[in-house]
């Protein structure tokens, strides 16, 4: 080759490169619009995907002519990107976490223009028929963070030309930021970037762009914003109002996965019955437990404290209402205020200082929150309640309100009530909507149920008809038709009488659509008068008769009014829209439940429990009541030898210092008044005996210092099983065993990050063996970031904390209360959950309480599953009866746990309500400024 021929290569070399400036050109302009116009394929390593997508709507896109694909960066954990469903709802949440719609509310129309163009970009199809756009995003972890941008040019001549530099694909990066851009068309330089665009666009870990995530740039397009409630009342073009424009951009339904479609579908249901029947929405929401009925009840006390004017209640136990407040704050952006005994606090923890009990009827805001236990207390403040009328009255774990004379044979009596139950009959009344929650409608027996919709039928005939209706005055006999106990009536005036009142709409069947256009017979009448039988043709007699099996099995009042969900039902019916289950079954491997899984204590340790059970039953002796107390030894003794030598030692120094469970409610009232007037008339003191028997308890513990037999168990779940590798929660009751059990681990577990997740300020991570305070919101996000993997927590932990990417769960003790059991439980079977199966251990010792009420119950605990979803809460004094040495006493309780589930689960059909698309959403400040009105 000559000189001259090397030279012409040189000048050749540098035509093919070309260097641009923003400081010296517009970078739009010089060089994006000429290469791209007409050009034949557009190929982009861009940033992060959540401005990425948005910004690459350019206008100088709209002049390629083939297909565009942009890879972008994420910040996906690995194991977001490990099955197609865990990819879309990780790119839902990175998407809706970047707020979006916040562009369209500074950048206006033009923005709203810019998703239109993006939206028709995504959606459009090239001439060879492939999508105009694609993305694809790829977890930052695989690569690092991509900062490399470059791309792919093919011109409209065929031509390629390749550029790198720093310039994102954003509007502000073309026309504003100060970037610098080198191009290469050489062939050697345009196949390097096509490389390296191929190696990310083609890597297992890219995962295409959500469908929620182009759905909702079209939403956004179209976006309109309503700025006062009033407009939002009077609905659209003459339609009712809707729910969709209140939560299509709260956080539980934009941070989380969604809302599932039959949260979706009860309330809706509950907002139109309250705007629409006369006697409001009146239902007993029954879900099983982890279905989400805060959310639920929560969502629709915020329509109806919108839709009117008059205050809502809401009634919880003690611990609870503070669950239920942070739920509203975290999850809805919604203002509250929880009433503490003495004064109104509310979202912001801003006290409201009150003069007097009747300082409880000056809310500052829409929605307050009390405890039951005043009501239980019949506290003066309590009956200023019933001085008040309400938009919506919820009570949370209703199945409390009891009558005291409950017992086999006892259906036909008349109720005797606790102040619980009486005091709902007298709310009931000044409500016009009311919705009771529990996921145990029937504790031991049906009447229970019976009971709470007496309760709400006190505000409406709709629930069990008029005072004469024999739903109410022949109770036993309408529980023995619903569940096939009696023979159906043959008489045509008996059939009526059972069907007349209440009578069903004429939404429920055409049946009841042609029975009350014959009897002219509004859908706001609820009781058809008692000669109106006469009045029936022939064939509408025929017909009524024909349809009384139907309506005793689908259409009795307790089908109507209890709405009642079990995760298998959700788990193994099929949206006929996708096709897929409404839950994703989630199968759990139970571990400990054998007889001989039960940990065996050291002679040392037996003989320490056996005092510790001598020192309950002799506390028993002279305690009459306040079951919590009497056996508070063996319960955290039960736990963790740990925890029961620090009670000990506080007992010993004084009662006072004992900490109760962070999860116990009220003290333990389980809604017995009188239960709590010996419990606060106890005094904390210890006879000559006890005293005796706590010294030998602390004496027997000191004589050895071995480890505590469960947490070999729990090494050998996390190390020999591997559960750390798949994430691991642990759970204790009591913050003693969750101290000790954290500060163990991090001995055995060098370079472990262990958060501890406790009641607040006592929250934190154990980090290099150095324990840091911080707040539980930090630790949750931590979690969902796959930063930890290591949890252990107290039953603080058991609700509104969604742990989807833990696969195990490891119970190092047994709560009493079995709805707890089935709240921790509930942290990982839940939607999201990365893992087909979870692994969940239950821990026992040997010959304990939790051992041998654990051999009473396993012959039934299947069946009660298989009927309540869970275990009845009333099984709770199975343990106490156990620990108290009255074994005889406990069969008979679970003997009388019934053998068949009384009612049909409610609502087989769940309707799909689509708000994903609604482009109309309620000001944020307009809602807010209406629930923060006081009563």
């Not at 050489?186 to 490389?195: H, K, L, N, R």
């Amino acid at each position: 080759m000559t000189t001259y021929d090397t030279l012409n290569l040189m000048d050749d070399a540098r035509n093919l490169v070309q260097r641009f400036s923003s400081r010296r050109q517009r970078l739009d302009k010089s060089f994006l619009a000429d290469r791209l116009d007409g050009a034949l394929a557009y190929n982009r390593i861009a940033g992060y995907f959540s401005s990425s997508i948005l910004e690459i709507a350019g206008e100088q896109l709209e002049t390629v002519a083939g297909a565009i694909r942009v890879i972008c960066n994420s910040g996906l954990h690995p194991t977001d990107v490990q099955t197609a469903k865990a990819a879309q709802a990780a790119l839902r949440q990175e998407w809706c976490g970047s707020e979006p719609e916040n562009r369209v509310e500074v950048g206006g129309k033009q923005a709203k223009s810019r998703f239109g163009r993006l939206y028709r970009f995504l959606t459009q199809r090239a001439a060879d028929g492939n999508p105009k756009l694609e993305v694809r995003v790829l977890p930052d972890e695989h690569f690092g963070l991509v900062h490399g941008k470059a791309g792919v040019i093919t011109l409209a001549d065929g031509s390629k030309t390749a550029f790198l530099g720093s310039v994102n694909e954003s509007k502000s990066a073309w026309t504003l930021n100060y970037e610098l851009v080198w191009e290469d068309q050489s062939p050697e330089a345009v196949d390097w970037v096509q490389q390296e665009f191929d190696a990310l666009w083609g890597s297992p870990f890219a995962v295409p762009l959500a469908e929620f995530v182009i759905q909702d740039v079209e939403r956004i397009s179209r976006r309109q914003v309503i700025d006062d409630v009033s407009d939002w009342r009077e609905g659209e073009e003459a339609a009712e109002p809707d729910p969709a424009p209140v939560f299509v951009e709260s956080p539980v339904y934009r941070r989380e996965v969604g809302l599932w479609e039959h949260q979706k579908h009860f309330v809706k249901l509950a907002f139109d019955a309250h705007r629409e029947q006369p006697g409001g929405a009146r239902f007993v929401l029954a879900d099983q437990v982890g279905l989400g009925k805060t959310i639920q009840l929560a969502m629709s006390a915020q329509l109806m404290a919108l839709c009117g004017d008059k205050p809502v209640l809401v009634i919880a136990p003690k611990t609870l209402l503070w669950q239920w407040q942070a739920e509203l704050k975290d999850l809805l952006d919604m203002p509250s205020a929880v009433w503490d005994g003495r004064r109104w606090v509310d979202e912001n923890d801003i006290e409201y200082p009150a003069v007097g009990p009747e300082g409880i009827r000056a809310c500052p805001r829409r929605v307050g929150m009390v405890s039951n236990g005043l009501i239980f207390r019949r506290s003066e403040a309590a009956q200023h309640l019933l001085s008040l009328n309400y938009e919506c009255v919820i009570v949370d774990e209703s199945h409390r309100a009891r009558r005291r004379n409950l017992g086999q044979d006892k259906e036909g009596d008349r109720p005797d009530p606790n102040n619980l139950l009486r005091f709902l009959y007298d709310i009931s009344t000044l409500t016009k909507s009311m919705l009771l929650a529990t996921a145990t409608p029937v504790q031991l027996y049906p009447v229970e149920a019976w009971d709470l919709l007496d309760v709400l039928s006190r505000g409406s005939e709709a629930v069990l008809g008029n005072a004469w209706s024999r739903w109410k005055t022949r109770v036993a006999e309408g529980l023995g038709l619903v569940m096939g106990r009696e023979p159906l009536p043959d008489d045509d005036a008996e059939i009526w009488e059972w069907v007349r009142s209440p009578f069903p709409p004429r939404s429920e069947h055409r049946d009841f659509e042609m029975l009350r256009r014959s009897l002219d017979m509004s859908d706001d009448l609820f009781t058809a008068k008692g000669d109106a039988y006469q009045k029936l043709r022939p064939p509408d007699r025929q017909r009524l008769k024909s349809l009384f099996p139907r309506f005793i099995e689908q259409h009795n009042p307790f089908i109507r009014h209890i709405v009642r969900r079990s995760r298998r039902y959700l788990e193994e019916t099929h949206d006929p829209e996708t096709n897929e289950p409404y839950l994703k079954p989630i199968d759990l491997v139970l571990w400990g439940e054998r007889d001989e899984d039960a940990i065996r204590l050291p002679p040392y340790l037996r003989e320490a429990y056996d005092i510790a059970e001598h020192f309950c039953q002799e506390l028993g002796r002279r305690m009459l009541g306040a079951g919590f107390l009497k056996t508070l030894l063996l319960r955290r003794v039960g736990s963790s030898i740990a925890a029961g030598r620090a009670t000990a030692d506080k007992m010993l120094r004084s009662w006072e210092d004992v900490d109760t469970p962070e999860y116990d409610e009220d003290e333990d009232l389980k809604g017995e008044e009188e239960d709590v007037v010996q419990q606060e008339a106890m005094s904390k003191s210890l006879t000559a005996t006890e005293r005796g028997l706590l010294e030998r308890f602390v004496e027997a513990l000191e004589a050895n210092q071995e480890r505590d037999p469960k947490y070999a168990v729990v090494l050998d779940c996390l190390s020999d099983k591997r559960w750390l590798n798949r994430g691991c929660i642990i759970f204790s009751q009591f913050f003693d065993s969750v101290d000790w059990l954290a500060k163990q681990l991090i001995e055995d577990l060098p370079g472990e990050t262990v958060a501890v997740y406790a009641g607040a300020g006592k929250s934190g991570i154990y980090e290099d063996g150095l324990f840091s305070r911080c707040e539980r919101e930090e630790i949750k996000t931590a979690v969902r970031q796959g930063r930890i993997r290591l949890l252990v927590g107290t039953d603080a932990a058991s609700e509104g904390l969604n742990l989807q990417r833990l696969g195990t769960l490891i119970n190092l003790d047994l709560p009493w209360n079995p709805t707890r059991l089935e709240q921790r439980k509930g942290r990982i079977q839940r939607i999201g959950q990365l893992n087909d199966s979870v692994d969940i251990y239950n821990m026992r010792y040997l010959d304990s309480v939790e051992d041998r009420v654990h051999a009473l119950l396993s012959t039934r605990l299947e069946s009660i599953f298989t009927l309540f979803g869970q275990v009845p809460d009333v099984l709770e004094d199975v343990w106490v009866d156990v620990a108290l040495g009255q074994t005889e006493r406990a069969k008979q309780i679970i003997d009388a746990v019934p053998h068949e589930h009384p009612f049909v689960t409610k609502y087989q059909n769940i309707v799909r309500n689509d708000w994903d698309s609604c482009e109309r959403v309620l000001s944020a400040v307009a809602r807010k400024r209406h629930l923060c009105r006081g009563w």
